[in-house]
């Protein structure tokens, strides 16, 4: 389908429901008086939808962006195009279903049977006041700021945020330990899809895929100083070779939010028997694009932001990632020690053109350092830095608050309009 049509498909669907919805407000109930849902019939004609909204995000910018301080090109880019629909009926059940626009789309991924533009669609079932049971596709229970805020909120993630793959099929089992902490257990998936789309140089010589691709999270969030200190840690493991190709991953973010500042501090570690990221397999790439897949590596991330609420029309912030990977273990052509160093500064001012409003308008300044050690550099890694100066404009649009079953058969119209 082309750009022009795909565009026109979303704006006719928005304000095909958004008018929709404005009628179901106005001259009907939450359902069809003429007929009843399977809830309906299981609740005696209780209460069936607890709330429920529909929003779209929305950030476009133009980009100057310099290589080595050399002008590269300047372009107008649209960030991020998301639909959101989410809610919660009968006192027991939600759901979050999140489709991004920006995403590359495969209606034939083999593993988990589902297109890699839908980020969430997962039901949550309150089994009890501590109990929360979770399916479906869903965020893997890592931690940090930067990996858990809306990601339409980040001008610049981390190399190491960038490079998960960060929603998954699986369960997640939440228990609060208290009104304050929670404990998460959650298995997913490893990947959405083949196993070259995570490795896209193949499996090293002698390694044999796993045969069940999955992975285990073990997450604690601590709420403390009257919620103002935020600690969130995780811990999750995979196998994916049959033989000791494990990777385990330990993150933890600190938030300090009580207004008007804003600021965390997120530390990140993997030790990988196979380099899921690719930061530094990629650094083996010939001109024909042939690489091979570098065993036995970690990477090392550490993130600190501050922002500042000067009044409620505009917002600053300073923020710093410094990054590190290298080999732990010796292999064949790859000698133990660190490849890569990368710094990354960024200064942001943002202006909120109306109070409680999640529009606004940004200035952004990115200075990126990309180093590589001598070992690298003799494998073909290439010093550079890149500086980038960004403005945009960010607003997520509240379609509507309340859904009707005429809604979502007009959302799945459109959907079939835009995949057909």
Same mark, same amino acid.
């Given at each position: 389908?082309?750009?022009?049509?795909?565009?026109?498909?979303?704006?006719?669907?928005?304000?095909?429901?958004?008018?929709?919805?404005?009628?179901?407000?106005? @001259?009907?109930?939450?359902?069809?008086?003429?007929?009843?849902?399977?809830?309906?019939?299981?609740?005696?004609?209780?209460?069936?939808?607890?709330?429920?909204?529909?929003?779209?995000?929305?950030?476009?910018?133009?980009?100057?962006?310099?290589?080595?301080?050399?002008?590269?090109?300047?372009?107008?880019?649209?960030?991020?195009?998301?639909?959101?629909?989410?809610?919660?009926?009968?006192?027991?059940?939600?759901? +979050?279903?999140?489709?991004?626009? @920006?995403?590359?789309?495969?209606? @034939?991924?083999?593993?988990?049977?589902?297109?890699?533009?839908?980020?969430?669609?997962?039901?949550?079932?309150?089994?009890?006041?501590?109990?929360?049971?979770?399916?479906?596709?869903?965020?893997?229970?890592?931690?940090?700021?930067?990996?858990?805020?809306?990601?339409?909120?980040?001008?610049?993630?981390?190399?190491?945020?960038?490079?998960?793959?960060?929603?998954?099929?699986?369960?997640?089992?939440?228990?609060?330990?208290?009104?304050?902490?929670?404990?998460?257990?959650?298995?997913?998936? #490893?990947?959405?899809?083949?196993?070259?789309?995570?490795?896209?140089?193949?499996?090293?010589?002698?390694?044999?895929?796993?045969?069940?691709?999955?992975?285990?999270?073990?997450?604690?969030?601590?709420?403390?100083?009257?919620?103002?200190?935020?600690?969130?840690?995780?811990?999750?493991?995979?196998?994916?070779?049959?033989?000791?190709?494990?990777?385990?991953?330990?993150?933890?973010?600190?938030?300090?939010?009580?207004?008007?500042?804003?600021?965390?501090?997120?530390?990140?570690?993997?030790?990988?028997?196979?380099?899921?990221?690719?930061? =530094?397999?990629? $650094?083996?790439?010939?001109?024909?694009?042939?690489?091979?897949? $570098?065993?036995?590596?970690?990477?090392?991330?550490?993130?600190?932001?501050?922002?500042?609420?000067?009044?409620? +029309?505009?917002?600053?912030?300073?923020?710093?990632?410094?990054?590190?990977?290298?080999?732990?273990?010796?292999?064949?052509?790859?000698?133990?020690?660190?490849?890569?160093?990368?710094?990354?500064?960024?200064?942001?001012?943002?202006?909120?053109?109306?109070?409680?409003?999640?529009?606004? =308008?940004?200035?952004?300044?990115?200075?990126?350092?990309?180093?590589?050690?001598?070992?690298?550099?003799?494998?073909?890694?290439?010093?550079?830095?890149?500086?980038?100066?960004?403005?945009?404009?960010?607003?997520?649009?509240?379609?509507?608050?309340?859904?009707?079953?005429?809604?979502?058969?007009?959302?799945?119209?459109? #959907?079939?309009?835009?995949?057909?």
């Amino acid at each position: 389908m082309k750009t022009g049509g795909l565009l026109k498909g979303i704006l006719t669907s928005v304000l095909l429901v958004g008018g929709t919805a404005s009628v179901c407000a106005q @001259n009907e109930a939450l359902v069809s008086s003429e007929e009843k849902t399977l809830l309906e019939k299981l609740s005696g004609n209780k209460r069936k939808i607890d709330w429920a909204n529909m929003n779209i995000q929305f950030a476009s910018s133009l980009k100057a962006s310099f290589i080595n301080r050399e002008f590269d090109e300047a372009a107008f880019r649209v960030d991020r195009i998301r639909l959101e629909i989410l809610g919660a009926l009968h006192n027991k059940f939600s759901y +979050h279903f999140r489709q991004s626009f @920006n995403q590359y789309t495969n209606p @034939n991924i083999p593993l988990d049977n589902l297109s890699g533009s839908v980020e969430l669609a997962v039901v949550n079932w309150n089994v009890s006041d501590r109990v929360t049971l979770s399916a479906g596709k869903q965020a893997v229970q890592l931690s940090g700021y930067e990996y858990w805020v809306s990601a339409i909120k980040v001008r610049q993630f981390s190399d190491f945020n960038n490079a998960i793959p960060c929603y998954q099929a699986g369960l997640n089992v939440s228990y609060a330990l208290n009104p304050d902490q929670t404990m998460n257990f959650q298995v997913t998936n #490893l990947r959405n899809g083949a196993l070259e789309d995570q490795f896209m140089y193949g499996l090293p010589q002698g390694v044999e895929r796993s045969k069940v691709p999955v992975l285990a999270t073990a997450n604690w969030d601590g709420f403390f100083v009257d919620r103002a200190l935020q600690l969130r840690y995780s811990l999750y493991v995979w196998s994916a070779g049959e033989e000791k190709e494990h990777l385990f991953t330990f993150t933890c973010g600190n938030v300090w939010d009580k207004k008007p500042f804003l600021g965390y501090i997120d530390l990140m570690f993997s030790r990988e028997g196979l380099d899921s990221k690719g930061l =530094l397999s990629g $650094i083996t790439v010939d001109e024909e694009g042939n690489g091979t897949t $570098i065993q036995n590596v970690n990477y090392f991330t550490t993130i600190g932001n501050l922002d500042y609420r000067v009044n409620p +029309h505009l917002n600053l912030y300073i923020k710093g990632v410094y990054e590190q990977g290298g080999v732990y273990k010796e292999t064949p052509g790859f000698e133990e020690g660190t490849y890569r160093r990368v710094w990354n500064t960024q200064l942001c001012a943002e202006y909120y053109p109306m109070e409680n409003s999640e529009l606004l =308008l940004y200035l952004h300044f990115l200075y990126k350092n990309i180093h590589f050690t001598e070992r690298a550099r003799l494998l073909g890694g290439e010093n550079r830095n890149e500086q980038r100066i960004s403005l945009g404009l960010v607003y997520t649009l509240p379609v509507f608050l309340e859904i009707s079953l005429r809604v979502l058969r007009e959302y799945h119209s459109f #959907l079939l309009y835009v995949f057909q």
